[in-house]
């Protein structure tokens, strides 16, 4: 195991540490000098609101424990995880601080399981890795940086001496150390593997108290991974995915074309439109076009159709668009890109496609959306699962920056029985992921007949990529998140885009009945 080089701190006035956390340039950051975090310091009370913000301005620090933002572990209702901490170092680095309490009266809980990142293998599960932040301005969700000698320049267990257990009553306190999110703003989206995200969590670029690796003591790789949100027409015949930098249309081969042939529809011109109006609205000079089939047929027959349906789809854009300057690649991929698997008819309906690419167009100037209160009056549904009676409410549809929203629901066992809740991640696309979740939710915007589904986290390996969902996890690592003893209330979450000018959007969670959610 590489030792670890700290912030640390020999002399430090208030005004000194204030004027050397601001300076991007030093080659060591100012921190506070009081010692590491207590990791016996009792636990405030609790919130009435699992995933309220806290009103501490940005300048509490970890050693008052004062809770910036909170939320409670969907798995483990006693696990109370709490912002303690979040200071900018060097303008480029944060310091995560995470206050874990026990808040139950007879059992012990284990903490690293809880708190390991889920999207990379780590071998023994002792860090507190998947401690992240939601840069929504660059589309990317930010994890611990990775040192050459360990998996996390994090809280680990072992090497830290925190132990596996918070006993009852108890808290321990873990850091994580990455990136700063894009834009320098002064709060952000904080995220954990276990509860829904803590919003309008404010940085501080004070000092932080206590004794933290510094990044720059050794090379460390960023962690991070890139947020795609997917919508779709309502009819089905194209879907987009976009990453904040780039849209990916995905234009129906069904819709455009007859069975085998690359000769386009009389359908396809009004396909085809939206796709055009947004390449006219882009700064896009070059422009993909690639054509894709399922796994039925082989390579001699796909990958030429294949080409010929994307050149048929290019030659259409380029006699429709209204301004010049743009260019146009096209290939022809076969079967050898699927978006979803193949084992299923609807996968290889949605992998029969033409994708489109291109840079994303900047957002029209918008007046501010005014919250409403329309239809907020009930905001719930029910349903049985194994014979017992389960109950759904919406806690909020809340929109964040750069075109997101975040969804909270609530689901609850009603009945004097355990019940599997399998509905959640009964949805067309759940094969996409690489584990079940809670991918079954959907958010339609009715007036613009567009359906907007939960956003993906992408994750290269080595012979691809993999994907999981920015939502509630309900297997994988998370086995048993379906399973509800009688009484129990869970809180899901779920992230989508939004449209800009929406104060109110149909939200459809598995079963359960339609609901008009205000937007907030």
Not at 131 to 159: E, F, M, N
Request: proline share 8%; charged share 20%; aromatic share 6%.
């Amino acid at each position: 195991m590489t030792k670890l080089r700290h912030f640390r701190c020999q002399d430090a006035s208030p005004m000194s540490s204030r004027r050397l956390a601001l300076s991007a340039v030093l080659t060591l950051a100012m921190v506070g000098c009081g010692g590491p975090p207590n990791k016996d310091s009792p636990s405030p009370p609790a919130s009435n609101t699992p995933s309220a913000t806290a009103t501490a301005t940005a300048t509490a620090t970890a050693n008052t424990g004062t809770a910036l933002a909170e939320t409670r572990s969907t798995m483990t209702e006693n696990l109370k995880v709490e912002v303690i901490g979040l200071n900018r170092v060097k303008g480029r680095h944060l310091i995560a601080q995470i206050r874990l309490s026990n808040t139950g009266t007879e059992k012990r809980l284990s903490w690293a399981g809880e708190m390991g990142d889920h999207t990379r293998p780590l071998g023994e599960i002792k860090w507190a890795s998947g401690i992240g932040i939601l840069d929504a301005q660059a589309r990317t969700w930010l994890l611990p940086y990775k040192p050459a000698g360990s998996p996390c320049l994090c809280s680990g267990r072992d090497r830290d001496g925190l132990g596996q257990f918070i006993d009852p009553g108890r808290s321990i306190t873990v850091y994580a150390v990455l990136p700063a999110p894009s834009g320098n703003p002064a709060r952000t989206v904080v995220v954990t593997p276990v509860g829904p995200p803590m919003l309008d969590v404010p940085i501080s670029d004070e000092a932080p108290a206590g004794d933290f690796p510094d990044p720059d003591a050794e090379p460390v790789t960023p962690v991070t991974r890139r947020l795609i949100l997917p919508s779709e027409s309502l009819d089905k015949s194209e879907e987009t995915a976009d990453d904040g930098k780039d849209l990916q249309v995905n234009l129906s081969a069904d819709v455009l074309f007859a069975v085998d042939k690359a000769t386009l529809t009389p359908n396809a011109r009004s396909v085809m439109a939206r796709t055009v109006k947004l390449i006219d609205a882009s700064p896009a000079t070059v422009v993909t076009v690639a054509g894709h089939a399922d796994s039925s047929g082989t390579d001699a027959i796909n990958d030429p159709l294949s080409l010929r349906r994307a050149q048929a789809v290019q030659h259409a854009l380029s006699a429709l668009l209204t301004r010049g300057g743009v260019r146009f690649q096209t290939e022809g991929y076969g079967s050898r890109r699927p978006l979803y698997s193949n084992d299923s008819d609807e996968g290889k309906r949605r992998n029969r496609r033409v994708t489109v690419t291109f840079p994303k167009p900047q957002p029209a100037a918008q007046e501010p959306v005014a919250t409403t209160t329309t239809g907020a009056t009930d905001l719930t549904g029910s349903t049985k699962a194994d014979g017992q009676p389960i109950a759904m409410e919406v806690t909020g549809l809340r929109r964040l920056p750069g075109g997101l929203g975040l969804l909270t629901y609530k689901i609850t066992n009603e009945g004097s029985s355990d019940a599997w809740f399998r509905d959640l991640h009964h949805a067309q696309d759940w094969e996409a992921y690489k584990y079940q979740a809670a991918t079954n939710v959907r958010v339609t915007d009715l007036a613009a007949r567009r359906r907007y589904l939960p956003g993906r986290i992408e994750v290269p390996t080595d012979d691809g990529v993999d994907f999981y969902c920015a939502c509630t996890a309900a297997s994988g690592v998370r086995i048993s998140t379906e399973k509800f003893p009688p009484g129990q209330t869970r809180e899901f979450w779920n992230l989508f885009a939004l449209p800009d000018t929406a104060d109110a959007l149909k939200v459809k969670i598995g079963p359960f009945r339609d609901l008009q959610v205000p937007v907030q």
